[in-house]
Structure formats: structure tokens, C-alpha cells
T-cell receptor, first 116, second 115 residues
Framework: NAGVTQTPKFQVLKTGQSMTLQCAQDMNHEYMSWYRQDPGMGLRLIHYSVGAGITDQGEVPNGYNVSRSTTEDFPLRLLSAAPSQTSVYFC???????????????FGPGTRLTVT | AQSVTQLGSHVSVSEGALVLLRCNYSSSVPPYLFWYVQYPNQGLQLLLKYTSAATLVKGINGFEAEFKKSETSFHLTKPSAHMRDAAEYFCAVSRNSGGYQKVTFGTGTKLQVIP
């Protein structure tokens, strides 16, 4: 299994541009999430999904859109990039199985985004 | 509401010394608690988790943590630090929100291991 994959690894955008960060998982997990990581602030939840077709907002959703048309994919769209969105973005997946491993998150390698 | 406080954004220890990374939580219901590790330029990976079974939890790479309800703490320890333990460590707490486990992360503690 590849686990959770993210593309691209690095991206530089100009203010106002839009782009999509890709995330895919091959573990058949129901839950997927997007976080941003900023120095001294830990990880903050942007959006999450509890299954295909179902998404909800997290702690810092403004300026981002998500959709989940399949179990495997959960893209994050930046509508009009701003310097405040310069960050490292992590996608994660998890599942609700009754056995061990429940609730732990599996993280992708991250996308480092710079907005100038 | 739930939150996690990690005391010390940077901790330095000598190789072979005890590692102690502190985490205190607040939660209105019995929590699930986690420690994750992040090596440079990588994603987070699970070190260990507490899900209301044994209060002393053993994880990977020789780390363990003890859940102390009276102190609302979940400190991470390792008896003897290795150079490879140099990384950033995150404590996290989760709660059920409409079937989804919402996770709140602490701000992280960077561990430096001095040869």
C-alpha cells in the first residue's frame, strides 16, 4: 500500500491564483482530513470528510474548498491564494474500525506552499 | 471543548539521558490521547495512543506515556535518548463529533539530542 499520497510536494503561487492540492489514500479509510501546519501553532483542521459526498468545516476553513467524490480522493482547493495561506498542508485519513488502530490518523508527506 | 498544552517548545537532552516531554489536556469527556512524531520534512506518524485501556501505554522506538486522570496529563518518556529521536513531537486529543473523531493537536515540542 502507498498509504496517503499528496501532490505536489512544493508549490509557489502568486496572490490571487488558484490551485488544487491533491490527496489520495489506498487504505479504504472512511475519514479524510486536511490540516495546515504553521510554526508554533501545531496542526489546525481545515476541512474533513466522513465519507464520499460528505464534507464539513474544521477550525480554519476560510479560503479553502473541498469535495469528496470517491473514497480514495480528497482534493483541497485554494480559491484565491493569499500570503496568509503560506503553510505546510497535510492530508490524513483514518477509520472507525472496532479493532486496534481506531481513530489514529495516517498522514501524507505534506505540501509546502508559498504564496507571494 | 478540548485542548492540549505542551510545556516547552524546545527540549534538549544528552544522548543516553531520560527524555520527558510534557502534555496536559482538557476534555469534558474521557479522552482519546495520542503522541505523534514528525521527522524533518516528513508527515506525522503515530508513536502511541491511549484509548481507555491500560493507563501506561507503550509505543514504538522505546517510548511510553502514562495517562494520569487526576493530573490531566499524558507525558511522553523514554529512558535513554538516541540521536535518531531528534524530531518534533505532538500531543493530541480527540473527541467524537457526529461520528468523526475531531483531533486537537498541541503546538509541538522539538527534541534536540546532544551527542
Amino acid at each position: 500500500n502507498a498509504g496517503v499520497t499528496q501532490t505536489p510536494k512544493f508549490q509557489v503561487l502568486k496572490t490571487g491564483q488558484s490551485m488544487t492540492l491533491q490527496c489520495a489514500q489506498d487504505m479504504n479509510h472512511e475519514y479524510m482530513s486536511w490540516y495546515r501546519q504553521d510554526p508554533g501553532m501545531g496542526l489546525r483542521l481545515i476541512h474533513y470528510s466522513v465519507g464520499a459526498g460528505i464534507t464539513d468545516q474544521g477550525e480554519v476553513p476560510n479560503g479553502y474548498n473541498v469535495s469528496r467524490s470517491t473514497t480514495e480522493d480528497f482534493p483541497l482547493r485554494l480559491l484565491s491564494a493569499a500570503p496568509s495561506q503560506t503553510s505546510v498542508y497535510f492530508c490524513a485519513s483514518s477509520y472507525s474500525g472496532l479493532a486496534g488502530g481506531r481513530y489514529e490518523q495516517y498522514f501524507g508527506p505534506g505540501t509546502r506552499l508559498t504564496v507571494t | 471543548a478540548q485542548s492540549v498544552t505542551q510545556l516547552g517548545s524546545h527540549v534538549s537532552v544528552s544522548e543516553g539521558a531520560l527524555v520527558l516531554l510534557r502534555c496536559n489536556y482538557s476534555s469534558s469527556v474521557p479522552p482519546y490521547l495520542f503522541w505523534y512524531v514528525q521527522y524533518p520534512n516528513q508527515g506525522l506518524q503515530l508513536l502511541l495512543k491511549y484509548t481507555s485501556a491500560a493507563t501506561l501505554v507503550k509505543g514504538i522506538n522505546g517510548f511510553e506515556a502514562e495517562f494520569k486522570k487526576s493530573e490531566t496529563s499524558f507525558h511522553l518518556t523514554k529512558p535513554s535518548a538516541h540521536m535518531r529521536d531528534a524530531a518534533e513531537y505532538f500531543c493530541a486529543v480527540s473527541r467524537n463529533s457526529g461520528g468523526y473523531q475531531k483531533v486537537t493537536f498541541g503546538t509541538g515540542t522539538k527534541l534536540q539530542v546532544i551527542p
